[in-house]
């Protein structure tokens, strides 16, 4: 087992599933919830974890320190401060608790890549992946000011900040980025990422 990474991880739980029609970070794949499937690699793969929700109680389970957006109800960005804010370490990797696929490998890349920046993100086929990214205590001071002027788009703090873009062929030598970032909005989703579990054995 690898040392675990002088960062923090940050589980982003506090998502509406809305269009999934109940709580995506309570299905289960395998027996197992997602978010205990994150919490369990991430508690392997970092020195501290961290699960953003405005609904601790949900995940009281975990044993996992919790923490709650300063304004609720302003999307991911009130995340990424709330656990960056949480963070002992100048990094974090935050993470949507709806990607059940995520590669310690390209986490730890990626970790890697941090200093020097204040954003390692992916870019698949043109398009950010923002909650599967590094931020650092840096991008602080720009997400408070953007959340305190309603301009709630992660991507919208980047033209003011050091970026590192991890684009698609560098991504391809972690495996193929439909399965890394794939995520689980709707319940035909949920469906595909059953499938994959079972095809693949995938723990």
Known sequence: ??????????????????????????????????????????????????????????????????????????????????????????????CAVDMPFVDESLVRYMVGEAPGHDIVVPRVAGEFEPMHAVYGKGCLPVITRNLDARRLRPIAIFTDLRVRVIDDAELRRFGDPERLFFNCNTPDDWEQARRRVRQEGDS
Do not use: H
Not at 30 to 59: H, K, M, Y
């Open 1 to 94: 087992m690898e040392t675990p990474m002088q960062a923090c991880g940050v589980i982003l739980a506090g998502g509406r599933s809305t269009r999934m029609g109940r709580n995506k970070a309570l299905l289960e794949l395998e027996g197992e919830p997602l978010i205990s499937r994150l919490a369990r690699r991430f508690s392997c793969w970092f020195a501290q974890v961290v699960v953003v929700t405005n609904t601790p109680a949900d995940f009281a389970f975990l044993g996992l320190q919790t923490v709650s957006d300063r304004i609720p109800g302003l999307g991911p960005l009130g995340g990424l401060e709330a656990g960056l804010q949480a963070s002992r370490f100048e990094y974090a990797f935050f």
